[in-house]
């Protein structure tokens, strides 16, 4: 019960500051960083596969509830698709590398997978495959960028989190370390 509200949690709370934020910044691939973090939050506290999924398949019910950003129908596939494709990458690289590692090539996997929504988008609306395959690898390198930053930030916190004792039980950091 407590690792589904956890998961609960780190979903409305992405959406949440998706909607009040609104960072235009003009940089594709921003939002990758918050995604990237709660997603990878939710891995690492609640130490189970599916737990990503189900951060993702939440957090797309929430935003489609709300409306929040753009996409119409695609909104719920815009936070679907990264956290299949992080909890797949999980499941292959889960003992090769070192947590560090994990969580960044992770986290770029999932920048892939969040590009690919946007390339189908750009291909439906007509958009020639020359253009669309260049506006995919911009968002693929400025969101691999942003996953990246938001993957690094995962360990800090969750050492934070740990020191506070407000983890209940072993989460990957202990397993890990």
């Given at each position: 019960?407590?690792?589904?509200?956890?998961?609960?949690f780190?979903a409305t709370?992405?959406v949440a500051?998706k909607?009040?934020?609104r960072?235009?910044?003009?940089?594709?691939g921003h939002?990758?960083?918050?995604?990237?973090f709660?997603?990878?939050i939710?891995?690492c506290?609640?130490?189970r596969?599916g737990?990503?999924?189900?951060?993702g398949?939440?957090?797309?019910?929430?935003?489609?509830?709300?409306g929040v950003g753009?996409?119409g129908p695609?909104?719920?596939?815009?936070?679907?698709?990264p956290?299949?494709?992080?909890?797949?990458t999980?499941i292959?690289?889960?003992?090769l590398?070192t947590?560090?590692?994990?969580l960044?090539v992770?986290?770029?996997?999932?920048?892939?997978a969040?590009?690919?929504k946007?390339?189908?988008?750009?291909l439906?609306?007509g958009?020639?495959?020359?253009v669309?395959?260049?506006?995919f690898g911009?968002?693929?390198?400025?969101?691999?960028?942003f996953?990246a930053?938001?993957?690094?930030?995962?360990i800090?916190?969750?050492?934070?989190?740990?020191?506070h004792?407000?983890?209940?039980?072993n989460?990957?950091?202990?397993?890990?370390?």
């Amino acid at each position: 019960m407590q690792d589904a509200l956890f998961i609960g949690f780190c979903a409305t709370l992405l959406v949440a500051l998706k909607s009040i934020l609104r960072l235009r910044l003009g940089l594709s691939g921003h939002s990758m960083l918050l995604m990237s973090f709660f997603y990878l939050i939710c891995y690492c506290t609640v130490a189970r596969i599916g737990a990503i999924t189900a951060c993702g398949a939440m957090a797309g019910a929430v935003a489609a509830v709300i409306g929040v950003g753009k996409g119409g129908p695609f909104l719920f596939i815009k936070f679907l698709a990264p956290a299949i494709a992080m909890e797949l990458t999980l499941i292959i690289v889960q003992s090769l590398l070192t947590l560090r590692w994990r969580l960044i090539v992770v986290a770029v996997v999932g920048s892939i997978a969040w590009s690919a929504k946007g390339l189908l988008e750009d291909l439906l609306v007509g958009m020639s495959w020359q253009v669309a395959l260049v506006r995919f690898g911009t968002k693929v390198a400025a969101g691999g960028l942003f996953a990246a930053i938001g993957a690094l930030l995962v360990i800090p916190v969750m050492k934070r989190l740990k020191a506070h004792d407000l983890l209940y039980r072993n989460s990957k950091l202990d397993q890990e370390f």
